[in-house]
């Protein structure tokens, strides 16, 4: 069983900065694809950033492409999401995932529907 475990979350203003760190705890399959998502009140959970595992590539959202920046750190099993600009747009409630079957093309297209692991969450609010 794989375990997702979300930090980094909080308050900035417009225009500041955040990181976001992912912990994964491998369970039995290695996951292909991780990435963050992200729903913000009244509205549909949409992805923000994916990274394949395999060869990194990597794929942002229009909204946050400039700003935001996924990468990984295989060796402490952890994703990181660098924010900066932040605008208050991006407040919403960020979460990590991790898919050990599907590549990150098919995580996107199909909005995170069939994604095989989220974690909690965690909240960044931006106020202007």
């Known amino acids: 069983q794989v375990r997702l475990v979300e930090s980094g979350g909080g308050s900035a203003q417009s225009g500041g900065a955040l990181t976001l760190s992912c912990v994964e705890s491998?369970?039995?399959?290695?996951?292909?694809?991780m990435g963050w998502f992200r729903q913000a009140p009244g509205k549909e959970r949409e992805p923000v950033a994916t990274i394949a595992t395999e060869g990194r590539h990597t794929y942002y959202a229009d909204s946050v492409k400039g700003r935001l920046s996924i990468s990984q750190d295989t060796a402490k099993n952890t994703v990181y999401l660098s924010m900066t600009k932040l605008r208050t747009a991006d407040t919403a409630m960020y979460y990590c995932?991790?898919?050990?079957?599907?590549?990150?093309?098919?995580?996107?297209?199909?909005?995170?529907?069939?994604?095989?692991?989220w974690g909690k969450g965690t909240q960044v609010t931006v106020s202007s």
């Open positions: 491998i369970g039995a399959r290695p996951s292909i694809c």
């Open positions: 995932a991790a898919d050990p079957e599907d590549s990150c093309m098919i995580v996107v297209v199909n909005g995170g529907r069939n994604i095989g692991y």
